[in-house]
């Protein structure tokens, strides 16, 4: 992949390149991370993640490609600044505002531009809503298309084989085994993201939240329960 770098003669395809080649460092650093902190059946890890991280970061800033602050930049943007909160500030709208809940299904891109939630990786969200009858769940079953505005980067387990190919044929089975078990009367219903199209869950409302404050609900939305993987923390 960077051996093709002295081939490219338009300003245009280098710079996807570079994109490409620092989307997949960034993951590397990430999931590099995740695995440190979240051992999960789902991880895909490639082998010594460290050592790839280290060997693209040092052949891309050498050939000039990559400015390492501005790298670190991008880092601290998608793990402190952009994340699940982001998801989980919708969902609690959607929750306490019926008006709003109903917009964001019908057409989440203008509020969720009004919100700020907007950019790389999440051109055209939408919404679904997990009730008794249905729960939605979300693969890519191609790559690993991701809400990036509202939850921040993928976790590793959902770009591995396992999560893409298994999610579709038993999407119960996998529930199970992140611990969600269903009704047999609700459906599952799962949805394959595509660069053109991204989803946001709206979990099911728990009860009991009536005049609870934005803060505190946001707190029970986790970023799994946003892709259909969990469920929100009770009450
Ligand atoms: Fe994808």
Redesign the pocket.
């Known amino acids: 992949m960077l051996a093709t770098y002295s081939s490219f003669s338009t300003g245009a395809s280098a710079a996807l390149n570079v994109w490409t080649n620092t989307r997949v460092l960034i993951n590397y650093m990430i999931m590099a991370h995740d695995q440190e902190h979240n051992e999960h059946p789902y991880n895909d890890l490639p082998s010594e993640p460290a050592l790839r991280v280290k060997a693209l970061e040092t052949i891309l800033t050498r050939k000039g490609l990559i400015d390492p602050s501005a790298l670190d930049k991008i880092i601290d943007t998608y793990q402190n600044k952009i994340g699940p909160r982001n998801g989980a500030h919708v969902v609690a709208k959607a929750w306490s505002d019926s008006n709003f809940r109903a917009a964001l299904l019908d057409d989440a891109n203008p509020l969720l531009a009004k919100l700020g939630y907007y950019g790389r990786q999440g051109e055209h969200i939408v919404a679904v809503e997990n009730t008794d009858e249905i729960h939605n769940m979300v693969v890519?079953t191609?790559?690993?298309?991701?809400p990036w505005p509202l939850l921040g980067i993928p976790p590793s387990w959902y770009k591995s084989d396992a999560y893409r190919s298994r999610t579709v044929r038993e999407p119960r089975k996998v529930l199970s085994e992140f611990g969600v078990r269903l009704p047999e009367y609700t459906t599952v219903r799962v949805w394959d993201?595509?660069?053109e199209i991204r989803y946001l869950v709206i979990p099911k409302c728990p009860t009991g939240i009536d005049g609870m404050a934005e803060e505190a609900l946001i707190k029970l939305i986790t970023r799994d329960s946003m892709i259909g993987c969990g469920l929100v923390k009770s009450l």
Request: charged fraction near 0%; include cysteine; hydrophobic fraction near 20%.
């Open positions: 890519c191609l790559c690993s298309c991701y993201s595509t660069a």
